[in-house]
């Protein structure tokens, strides 16, 4: 008992003892602040690396966005992106106008949502009903090689002189867009029919007879119609058409010559909507960035002698109507109408 007295009682190993428990607190306390450090600049570098690559993707689908109403959307523009992003997410909201006899309406809205995490999601923010896009009317174009079926040419003599609208024309047949100028001056955009539309048509007609074979109560639509939503074409500046043409001309260069990746990045859209991209079926329809579509219709076409096949006018309906009795004159369908 003595000894072991002596042995608890020995300073010496008792100050031994405590340094090395100080030693090993010490130690302890630098690996877990190392580990955290670690930690924190590891997960901030993640964090980091994960917004740049969300902020990249955000300036992409910005230019989409943009490169889209290059080449589709009659009449309609996308004039500003706005930006709205924190810490783990972010999304870009593109807003479409229309311009009707310089009236700007809103048309809809491009809203996509990001994480750093790599993912994004289409927003579904436009009301597209019973041929109606938020309150207002969505008008059609109508191939030349289509019969003729009635059109809105009557309604629109009954509306009020000083309404002002949107009116899609189409063509009896394909012109020369020089040839368009002279005979509507004041065409805001010009509709070109795409290489694939005119087949497509003729295999759903067949579609369509093979269906009323097995069903005898199925009655067939109006084959054709092109909502001018998803029409091709492009914007004519006011006092600059041949320019115009040029500038559209130079745009399906630049981004036609990839039809891979032009078609990677539309069968991505499609998915975003949760629809089926297998086949991208209704070559008409969805294709709005395949800009190779457009390079195949276009050949060596310079900006005076490019088909075209309508024109959307916009104005008063008394500066429209004498217009509208031209010849060359297919189908007539009306858009936007405002009161005023």
């Known amino acids: 008992m003595e000894k072991i007295s002596i042995i608890n009682n020995d300073e010496s190993f008792q100050h031994l003892v405590k340094s090395a428990k100080q030693k090993s607190v010490k130690r302890i306390i630098i690996v877990s602040i190392s580990v955290f450090i670690s930690i924190v600049l590891l997960l901030s570098g993640l964090i980091a690396m994960g917004q740049y690559f969300m902020y990249k993707e955000m300036d992409k689908q910005t230019l989409q966005n943009y490169t889209d109403s290059l080449f589709t959307g009659a009449n309609i523009q996308t004039i500003n992106t706005n930006y709205d992003y924190f810490f783990l997410a972010g999304t870009t909201k593109s807003n479409q106008f229309k311009d009707i006899?310089?009236?700007?309406?809103?048309?809809?809205?491009?809203?996509?949502?990001?994480?750093?995490?790599g993912t994004k999601a289409y927003v579904e923010n436009n009301s597209n009903l019973n041929g109606y896009n938020n309150s207002y009317r969505v008008f059609q174009f109508y191939p030349y090689t289509e019969p003729k079926i009635e059109n809105d040419l009557s309604y629109l003599k009954t509306l009020p002189p000083f309404y002002n609208v949107e009116v899609a024309v189409s063509f009896t047949q394909e012109v020369t867009f020089e040839e368009m100028i002279k005979q509507f001056p004041t065409a805001q955009w010009a509709w070109i029919i795409q290489n694939g539309l005119l087949e497509s048509?003729?295999?759903?007609?067949?579609?369509?007879?093979?269906?009323k074979k097995e069903m005898p109560t199925f009655i067939p639509r109006n084959y054709g119609l092109v909502d001018g939503d998803s029409a091709y074409g492009f914007h004519i500046l006011k006092d600059q058409p041949f320019q115009s043409a040029q500038n559209f001309l130079d745009e399906v260069a630049t981004y036609g010559n990839d039809e891979q990746e032009a078609l990677a990045i539309l069968k991505e859209r499609i998915?975003?909507?949760?629809?089926?991209?297998?086949?991208?079926?209704?070559?008409?329809?969805?294709?709005?960035y395949q800009?190779?579509?457009?390079?195949?219709?276009?050949?060596?076409?310079d900006e005076h002698s490019l088909k075209v096949s309508g024109a959307v006018l916009t104005g008063t309906i008394e500066?429209?109507?004498?217009?509208?009795?031209?010849?060359?004159?297919?189908?007539?369908?009306?858009?936007?109408?405002?009161?005023?």
């Open 201 to 211: 048509i003729e295999e759903e007609k067949e579609h369509a007879e093979e269906m």
């Open 101 to 117: 006899n310089g009236h700007q309406i809103k048309w809809g809205t491009i809203e996509h949502f990001y994480t750093i995490l």
């Open 271 to 288: 998915e975003e909507r949760g629809e089926d991209a297998t086949g991208l079926s209704f070559p008409y329809h969805e294709k709005l």
């Open 319 to 340: 500066s429209i109507l004498p217009y509208l009795e031209n010849n060359v004159v297919h189908h007539i369908s009306v858009g936007v109408i405002l009161p005023y």
């Open 291 to 301: 800009a190779e579509i457009i390079k195949n219709t276009i050949g060596d076409a």
